[in-house]
């Protein structure tokens, strides 16, 4: 399978910044359907932050939009995510996904995998 494996959460101040990372390991990605950037808030249900497809085009949650970005980690081939002027609200776990084609000793396969998630903490 491909595992992936969140960094850059973190504890940071209303209208503070921080970006996101998300890697890969395992079986290589061959190539990728969508990757995105999924969080749930304690009591909450997980949600969509942000997705990107293989043809570039990404969709954002309608509250983070013009405040977060994600891209492609081109020589990873997974998802990161820049975070700005982050509210309270934002405070949830966030979790990578990506879905795509990865390489086994078998060929390529289908897959889709989920992070273990880092924690973003908004507060004064």
């Known amino acids: 399978q491909v595992r992936l494996v969140e960094s850059g959460g973190g504890l940071v101040q209303p209208g503070g910044s921080l970006r996101l990372s998300c890697a890969a390991s395992?079986?290589?990605?061959?190539?990728?359907?969508?990757m995105g950037w999924y969080r749930q808030a304690p009591g909450d249900q997980r949600e969509l932050v942000a997705v990107i497809n293989n043809g570039g085009s990404t969709d954002y949650a309608d509250s983070v939009k013009g405040r977060f970005t994600i891209a492609r980690d081109s020589d990873k081939n997974t998802p990161y995510l820049e975070m700005n002027n982050l509210k309270p609200e934002d405070t949830a776990v966030y979790y990578c996904?990506?879905?795509?084609?990865?390489?086994?000793?078998?060929?390529?396969?289908?897959?889709?995998?989920w992070g273990q998630g880092t924690e973003v903490t908004v507060s004064s």
């Open positions: 395992g079986n290589s990605i061959f190539s990728f359907y969508a």
């Open positions: 996904n990506v879905r795509g084609i990865m390489i086994t000793r078998m060929g390529k396969a289908d897959f889709g995998s």
